[in-house]
């Protein structure tokens, strides 16, 4: 029977974000290429991304490439860009009829100018879908990320538009990649990984974890159900007393 079965609608994460892992290794195991393994793991996407608009998820964030991962041979990074072109060009149609859009984080201007331009062409003609906001973390780094918010906000002291004193979480919010999306509930981590990698520091403050051994090419919609029901079994306090939260 499908886990499906033992999921509570009405209390799904509001913010799932995905640390995608293992892809090297899925390969590895069977021989083949690192770039089969990231194509196996394009995949899991399409999947994770219908399942999540299914389930009711408001935003999915996916970490797909690092500002570490530039440091990688040149041969993969190249296959990763190519396959991320290649999937934005194909899955505009997923995203459309599923009513899902897309939005980007990291440092953008880092990525190849292909990549840039199917980007904000699917950006823009999905703005205005409403089921779910897939965001990908692409040349994404948490800490750099925060760096710039920093200097984004220390410019408008200096000009006078906003004093010191009003500096507060939502107007480092305001200046973080992520804007208008809410904090993280859940972060799922693939491949027996533990560990956060730059991803979202200071979105997940309170969120979940939860880790799982499967490689992503093979994360399934059963695995992603297995993940929110584990979620759906936590008690989320919020630095509360759980006699404060059962009331
Ligand atoms: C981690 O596996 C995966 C990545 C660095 C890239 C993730 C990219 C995709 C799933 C494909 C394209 C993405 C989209 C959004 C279409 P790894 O290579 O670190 O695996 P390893 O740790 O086993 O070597």
Request: glycine share 4%; with cysteine; aromatic share 6%.
């Amino acid at each position: 029977m499908s886990l499906l079965n033992n999921i509570n609608q009405n209390n799904v994460p509001n913010h799932l974000a995905i640390i995608m892992d293992g892809n090297g290794r899925w390969a590895k195991q069977r021989g083949l290429l690192r770039s089969i393994g990231h194509e196996g793991g394009t995949k899991s996407v399409r999947t994770t991304v219908e399942t999540c608009a299914k389930l009711g998820i408001k935003n999915l964030t996916l970490y797909a490439f690092s500002t570490e991962n530039w440091n990688r041979p040149k041969l993969e990074v190249d296959t990763l860009m190519k396959l991320l072109v290649s999937s934005l060009k194909k899955e505009i149609k997923t995203l459309q009829e599923n009513n899902i859009k897309l939005n980007a984080i990291g440092n953008l201007t880092n990525l190849p100018n292909k990549v840039q331009k199917e980007l904000k062409e699917v950006i823009s003609k999905t703005s205005t879908n409403t089921r779910m906001t897939l965001t990908l973390a692409l040349s994404y780094g948490s800490r750099e990320e925060i760096i710039q918010a920093v200097k984004k906000i220390s410019e408008k002291v200096k000009n006078n538009i906003i004093s010191i004193e009003a500096i507060d979480e939502s107007i480092i919010n305001q200046h973080l990649y992520t804007q208008d999306i809410p904090d993280v509930d859940l972060v799922i981590r693939t491949s027996g990984e533990h560990r956060i990698s730059n991803f979202l520091l200071w979105q997940i403050a309170y969120a979940e974890f939860y880790f799982t051994d499967v490689l992503w090419p093979d994360f399934s919609e059963e695995n992603l159900y297995e993940a929110i029901v584990s979620y759906q079994q936590r008690e989320r306090r919020f630095g509360k007393t759980s006699e404060q939260i059962s009331k």
